[in-house]
């Protein structure tokens, strides 16, 4: 059977490190080898992760740089066939490792996507959630790319595609994720291959999140109709109030209540009537407040 390689990156992450590394040993089938590489952490994590002994080889690695360079360093090492990834911060399920590496074991696929929920605690973190996750029922197994949370590939498809592009600091796992699709390789979707990841516990860290992967997307040359449809609707919105005022209160209300319902669900009531609508105008700003620097940022270098 071929060997695989779990690779994680880290940087000041004493305060979820030991959670990670116990999920990785309650995981039902065991890694052959761990690399882990750490980008310059200034807390604990290096002392932890070297008193590390679980009953499979560990490498820690030591490497100033971003994700991209942690990761790519990692791979370039591994002594596995197969690369299997997540992040610090996330918590493997216990059947994960098993459950996103068989399919390419078994022959089928180069790539494998796995799947995420949330650790939300709070009627906050259920909002971030849901704006940033894909919820299990609005899933299209068909079309989920991968993402650094919850993966496994190749390293031939690694090696294929030139690596993670180490040149983007906050999006590159999903520049990474469409050259693997845009290559040819055979890509396939594990919903049972399940991490936990911790959303933004305030307004801050998830607007700051946002406003980077739109940031990121402009700068790589990304352009996602999503983002375009923000920019629209909101070049609507204005035209219509400057034809009718009252027309465009009344589309602006309704926008407002399209927010809220699409993920009410979601977010108990009544938090849900003031933290969905204002989440939504909130990250729109953020969207395009990240594009409009990201297309000036590539209009100036």
Avoid at 12 to 29: C, D, G, V, Y
Avoid at 156 to 177: C, I, L, Q, T
Avoid at 276 to 284: A, E, I
Wanted: hydrophobic content about 45%; charged content about 20%; aromatic content about 12%.
């Amino acid at each position: 059977m071929d060997k695989v390689t779990l690779i994680i990156t880290v940087k000041n992450e004493e305060k979820t490190l030991l959670p990670l590394l116990k999920a990785i040993e309650k995981q039902t089938r065991l890694p052959d080898e761990v690399v882990i590489t750490d980008g310059g952490s200034s807390d604990n994590t290096v002392p932890l992760l070297k008193a590390w002994k679980p009953g499979f080889p560990v490498r820690v690695m030591e490497r100033s740089g971003n994700r991209a360079v942690g990761r790519n360093a990692a791979i370039s090492t591994a002594t596995g066939s197969i690369i299997a990834i997540t992040d610090a911060g996330c918590f493997p399920e216990p059947s994960w490792f098993r459950a996103v590496v068989e399919p390419i074991q078994k022959g089928s696929v180069d790539v494998v996507a796995g799947y995420y929920r949330a650790n939300a605690k709070t009627p906050f973190e259920q909002a971030a959630a849901a704006y940033m996750l894909v919820m299990p029922e609005q899933v299209d197994g068909d079309h989920f790319l991968p993402a650094t949370r919850s993966m496994a590939l190749l390293k031939s498809a690694w090696k294929k595609v030139g690596g993670f592009p180490e040149e983007y600091r906050w999006n590159e796992d999903y520049v990474f994720a469409r050259a693997l699709e845009d290559s040819g390789l055979r890509m396939g979707f594990r919903q049972d291959a399940v991490v936990v990841w911790s959303p933004p516990e305030s307004w801050k860290p998830f607007l700051v999140q946002i406003f980077r992967f739109a940031y990121g997307d402009v700068v790589s040359g990304i352009v996602r109709p999503k983002m375009l449809s923000i920019f629209g609707r909101y070049l609507a919105f204005i035209f219509i109030l400057i034809l009718n005022t009252y027309a465009g209160i009344g589309i602006i209300i309704l926008y407002l209540l399209w927010a809220w319902s699409k993920n009410a669900q979601y977010v108990p009531f009544p938090y849900n009537l003031f933290l969905l609508p204002t989440m939504q105008v909130l990250s729109d700003i953020a969207v395009m407040s990240g594009s409009a620097l990201g297309v000036f940022k590539r209009i100036t270098t």
